[in-house]
């Protein structure tokens, strides 16, 4: 994404239906395994801006959150879904984005991709 702008959604594009933040092509929760990847690949040059888009995002979802349960919600839980995957990768690791340690490297896109299909699999199997 090189002008700011996210592009125009298409029939098949991982989307949130709000006020449930669940993907309106697979019902998985929103951001979905596709629209992760969708998302880095139009972020790939500003990792910062692709962050800020899904602060703004996690800050909806939460209020949506609120507003049909008054209950509490997990900050954590939300900052791991919108926000923890986000981290910038580096050649030469084999940790997936968001979940390398503390000096460690992120995972490239190809070995994230294999990652996040394993674990779709195994979700739909579960």
Known sequence: MTDGRVPPASPNRHIAARPAWRCRVCAAPWPCQPAKLQLRREFAHDHVAL???LCLRMYDA???????????????AYFGRFIGWTRPWRQG??????????GEQAAPPQEV???EQRDQEQHDAG
């Open 93 to 102: 690791s084999s940790a997936a984005p968001g979940l390398a340690g503390a």
């Open 62 to 76: 939460i209020a949506d959150e609120l507003q049909l349960r008054s209950g509490a919600v997990d900050p954590a």
């Open 113 to 115: 991709e294999h990652i």
């Open 51 to 53: 962050a800020i888009y």
